[in-house]
């Protein structure tokens, strides 16, 4: 299983500003800063891209939720573009 893990430094949204370009307007992009374990020594940093008004992940570990994958018109399993979503693993 793919683990992400969100560290308690980073269990807050940071926004960026797109700046508007010929006739396309401006935007804002809502990140948040997590760590993706591959299996290698150490875990890569990503970012989750967030939903405006979606509030931040907390610090915790985190699997890749199911509704984040969808099959391509080859029927090759991949991951959405947009959509990312990761729920939190049950620690027993």
């Known amino acids: 299983m793919l683990k992400i893990e969100i560290f308690p430094e980073n269990a807050h949204i940071e926004t960026r500003t797109i700046p508007s370009k010929d006739d396309q307007p401006g935007r804002e992009i809502y990140e948040q800063i997590a760590y993706a374990h591959l299996g290698g020594k150490f875990p890569v940093e ?10 931040a992940y907390v610090a915790g570990q985190y699997a890749i939720h199911p509704s984040s994958f969808a099959v391509n018109k080859y029927g090759s399993l991949e991951l959405k573009r947009f959509g990312f979503l990761i729920e939190p693993i049950n620690q027993k």
């Open 46 to 55: 990503m970012k989750l891209q967030l939903e405006k008004g979606q509030p």
